[in-house]
């Protein structure tokens, strides 16, 4: 039978730790408001000279909420890179799923296409860390309750 990495693999664990450490470098600078204030002139001036659009000019709950998720995902990748359990890489691919779909609803209603770079990566991650999880649900039941079907006989 063709498997994927499965989900307690150190393959797997691996792809917890890198998307662990993406979400470190990506999101730390959003934690404060010192550093969010870098963090969204850079990003502003790198929309604006590619044509992907800038940011709106930052507020006092804008920069509260980007504090917030970057304080979030700060300890959540921190805890992933010392401790990096297959469950986390479940969690984080629900989480990722939740992210790409807000960030398609706010592609959808007119922010900066600059978000599409950060939408395709949090697409990658959560593929790459629920696919096993899937595959091996449904191996299972392939393989039936005897622990052989003739599709995975034939695959030996």
């Given at each position: 039978m063709i498997?994927?990495?499965v989900p307690a693999s150190p393959?797997?664990?691996r792809v917890v730790r890198a998307s662990a450490w993406y979400d470190l470098v990506v999101t730390a600078g959003f934690a404060t408001p010192w550093t969010y204030?870098?963090?969204h002139d850079a990003l502003s001036t790198w929309g604006d000279a590619l044509g992907m659009g800038g940011?709106?000019?930052r507020d006092p709950m804008q920069t509260l909420y980007a504090n917030l998720m970057g304080s979030v995902v700060v300890v959540w990748a921190v805890l992933r890179l010392?401790?990096?359990l297959s469950s986390h890489g479940l969690f984080d691919g629900v989480a990722r799923t939740l992210f790409a779909a807000w960030q398609a609803y706010?592609?959808?209603h007119g922010a900066t296409r600059l978000l599409w770079l950060f939408l395709g990566v949090e697409v990658a991650f959560g593929v790459v860390q629920l696919v096993p999880w899937w595959w091996n649900r449904h191996a299972r039941l392939l393989?039936?309750?005897?622990g052989g079907s003739t599709?995975?006989?034939a695959s030996r």
């Open positions: 498997r994927l990495f393959a797997y664990l204030a870098l963090v940011l709106p000019e010392v401790r990096p706010a592609l959808a393989d039936g309750p005897a599709l995975n006989a």
